[in-house]
């Protein structure tokens, strides 16, 4: 897949979807829709993945205390 904004890919894949569940197409262009719809939810979830990475975490102490701790990832990146 040729590179594109995550924005970008979510708009189409609800473009997508709403094609899909119009219903009005033949099948090969169902399915050609459809595989199109995988790709682009497979990257957009890689995508998520990999921000969340970067996200610094909480963790709470023994006390319940609430910690923001730094991520490796968010350092070197």
Do not use: H, N, W
């Amino acid at each position: 897949m040729e590179p594109i904004k995550f924005e970008e890919a979510l708009k189409r894949l609800e473009e997508l979807v709403g094609q899909l569940e119009d219903g009005d197409l033949e099948l090969e262009e169902a399915i050609r829709l459809f595989e199109e719809g995988v790709k682009l939810s497979l990257y957009c979830q890689q995508q998520l993945k990999a921000a969340d990475s970067k996200v610094q975490k909480l963790v709470q102490t023994l006390e319940g205390d609430l910690v923001l701790e730094d991520c490796p990832e968010l350092l070197e990146g």
